[in-house]
């Protein structure tokens, strides 16, 4: 069941975002972690805004390819840790892999077929 509409998830995306810069400062995390989170809250603010639905700006990206992108991205969060080297960190590790899973779980209840526009 599709429960979250295209307005909601732009809401949660930009919720993503914030959480992202606000990561680092609040859970303290160290050099890696805390560049990554940066890194992720600039990229996940210009999909947002290039995103066509409600929230979009210039609206370039299919609202289906952005669900593909979180589909890859909230798997990518829980492995991350891991990849880099900083799963020993258990506060930055389970920010992650926290993440991830919230990623995986709004995306399994995203309507990104929804045609409902501003």
């Known amino acids: 069941m599709k429960v979250i509409s295209p307005r909601l998830h732009g809401y949660l995306d930009f919720l993503t975002v914030i959480l992202f810069l606000l990561a680092p400062t609040l859970l303290g995390l160290s050099q890696i972690p805390a560049m990554l989170a940066y890194g992720l809250a600039v990229i996940h603010l210009i999909v947002t805004l290039a995103s066509d639905f409600p929230f979009g700006v210039i609206r370039i990206i299919p609202f289906s390819v952005h669900g593909w992108i979180e589909r890859i991205v909230g798997p990518s969060l829980i492995a991350v840790p891991f990849i880099l080297g900083f799963a020993n960190e258990e506060?930055?590790?389970?920010?992650?892999?926290?993440?991830?899973?919230?990623?995986?779980?709004?995306?399994?209840?995203?309507?990104?077929?929804?045609?409902?526009?501003d």
Not at 91 to 117: E, M, P
């Open 91 to 117: 506060i930055a590790r389970n920010f992650y892999i926290a993440a991830g899973l919230i990623i995986i779980v709004v995306g399994v209840l995203t309507d990104y077929q929804s045609k409902a526009k």
